[in-house]
């Protein structure tokens, strides 16, 4: 059982268009990160976001922590090219003290140019 | 700064073998954890390790393990290869292992299992 859902799980769409990526769970985390991850590469990470409600903008992408702390989202504002590749959210869960980070099941984004 | 380092980048085995992975994490960098991602299941939280001790431990079979030296490098080691082994393992660095630590990952390892 996946604690985080992703969705959509594939997004295609022309360069220019806006997008939103969503990051589900039922479970409440410390902190909730969103990576991207190229072809051949690891992940990298991109914001972290701590407190329920918190947005925080990263030029053209804005990210989102449910106030419940349960979700997440990532909206992308005229998408180019460059933003192509997997988007991963992941949460740690606080379980007595043993931390682990989750990952989301991702997103496959590609902006067609 | 070098980034994290994985050796080897690509490896071919067939299944009753094992295998160990390398991980240089980045200069300063206690904090090695180390994580599968296959397409079915995602990227999954294998073991975290801080000062030579692993901290925390996902849930894969005991044929996972893993150490850490006194420089922080790593090493993960799988005995008895199964077909479903076959994955990216990744390794990331940071300098501790929390909710607002940033971890630093590297191009990982690819497995095939023959």
């Known amino acids: 059982t996946q604690l985080l859902e992703q969705s959509p799980q594939f997004l295609s769409i022309q360069e220019g268009e806006n997008l939103t990526v969503y990051c589900n769970s039922s479970?409440?985390?410390?902190?909730l990160q969103w990576y991207r991850q190229e072809p051949g590469e690891g992940p990298v990470l991109l914001v972290t976001?701590?407190?329920?409600?918190e947005v925080k903008k990263l030029k053209r992408l804005t990210f989102q922590f449910g106030d419940a702390r349960k979700d997440s989202s990532l909206h992308i504002t005229a998408a180019q090219p460059g933003d192509t590749g997997l988007y991963l959210c992941?949460?740690?869960?606080?379980?007595?003290?043993?931390?682990?980070?989750?990952f989301g099941t991702g997103t496959r984004l590609t902006i067609i140019p | 700064k070098a980034g994290v380092t994985q050796t080897p980048r690509y490896l071919i085995k067939t299944r009753g073998q094992q295998v160990t992975l390398s991980c240089s994490p980045i200069?300063?960098?206690?904090?090695v954890s180390w994580y599968q991602q296959t397409p079915g299941q995602g990227l999954q939280f294998l073991f975290e390790?801080?000062?030579?001790?692993?901290?925390n431990k996902g849930n894969f079979p005991g044929r996972f393990s893993g150490r850490q030296f006194s420089n922080s490098r790593s090493e993960m080691n799988v005995s008895t290869l199964e077909l479903g082994d076959s994955a990216l393992y990744l390794c990331?660095?940071?300098?501790?292992?929390?909710?607002?630590?940033?971890?630093?990952f590297g191009p990982g390892t690819r497995l095939t299992v023959l």
């Open positions: 976001v701590v407190t329920g409600g």
């Open positions: 992941a949460g740690f869960i606080s379980n007595f003290g043993n931390e682990k980070l989750t």
């Open positions: 990331a660095s940071s300098l501790a292992y929390g909710p607002t630590d940033t971890q630093y």
């Open positions: 479970s409440v985390f410390s902190s």
């Open positions: 200069s300063g960098h206690r904090s």
């Open positions: 390790y801080f000062s030579e001790t692993q901290r």
